[in-house]
């Protein structure tokens, strides 16, 4: 599976959209993009996921580039509910999920 | 809640100890899933059943005994364990296993601690 880049860390302002971007430059034809949270000590919970249209739910946004070098998140309006760190996940046809580091989002007041 | 129990939250055992991890999915899913999540590591996938059998093993030590009697429950059976082997221990579970398409879903996890 196709490895992933993230900022370590990012700030948001509660009631703003927090736009967490990522790399995944080697990402072949097949793979899809996941996005997961992890909130403090609890199991990761699923976001979203594509391959290569942007996609929209409940919970967020995926934009995924033309060319799927790279992809962002975004949570329309965060809440201080949303902090947590956020994995984005490149997987084809494979059951794992190879977790990196991630991006730990703190939304502020 | 996702749909995922399981069940203990925590679980303190000695060495010497026996233990069992339970989990249940009350999504009618047909594939569950092992991960152990240590300190300062990123997430591990341990083990994956696709309706009842096991299709992936990663190398995980004989001291960690997976069971799927039905495609709702999964448990993992604990034995003679080492301090190392304290982690968050969860249990995902999706619709099938394999193709790229198929988020998972996860469990809270149980926070083991060998002592």
């Known amino acids: 599976d196709a490895k992933t880049t993230q900022p370590p860390s990012m700030d948001c302002a509660e009631g703003r959209a927090a736009n967490l971007p990522c790399n995944h430059s080697t990402i072949s034809g097949n793979e899809y993009v996941y996005w997961y949270r992890q909130i403090h000590s609890q199991g990761p919970q699923y976001i979203i996921h594509g391959l290569k249209n942007n996609e929209t739910n409940e919970m967020a946004s995926l934009i995924i580039t033309e060319d799927r070098k790279s992809s962002t998140l975004i949570l329309p309006h965060a809440t201080l509910r949303d902090t947590a760190v956020y994995y984005c996940i490149v997987r084809g046809n494979t059951d794992k999920l190879i977790f990196g580091t991630g991006t730990r989002l703190q939304v502020f007041p | 809640e996702t749909g995922v129990t399981q069940t203990p939250r925590h679980l303190v055992m000695g060495m010497t100890n026996k233990k069992s991890l339970k989990c249940e999915q009350h999504?009618?899913?047909?594939?569950m899933y092992w991960y152990k999540q240590s300190a300062k590591k990123p997430l591990e996938l341990m083990f994956v059943?696709?309706?009842?059998?096991?299709?992936e093993n990663n190398s995980v030590p004989s001291r960690f005994s997976p069971e799927c009697p039905n495609s709702s429950h999964l448990f993992l059976h604990l034995h003679t364990l080492q301090p190392e082997d304290s982690a968050l221990y969860l249990c995902?579970?999706?619709?099938?296993?394999?193709?790229?398409?198929?988020?998972?879903?996860f469990g809270p996890g149980t926070r083991l601690t060998v002592t």
């Open positions: 059943y696709n309706f009842k059998e096991q299709t």
């Open positions: 995902a579970s999706s619709p099938a296993a394999g193709g790229p398409s198929n988020e998972q879903y």
């Open positions: 999504l009618g899913h047909n594939a």
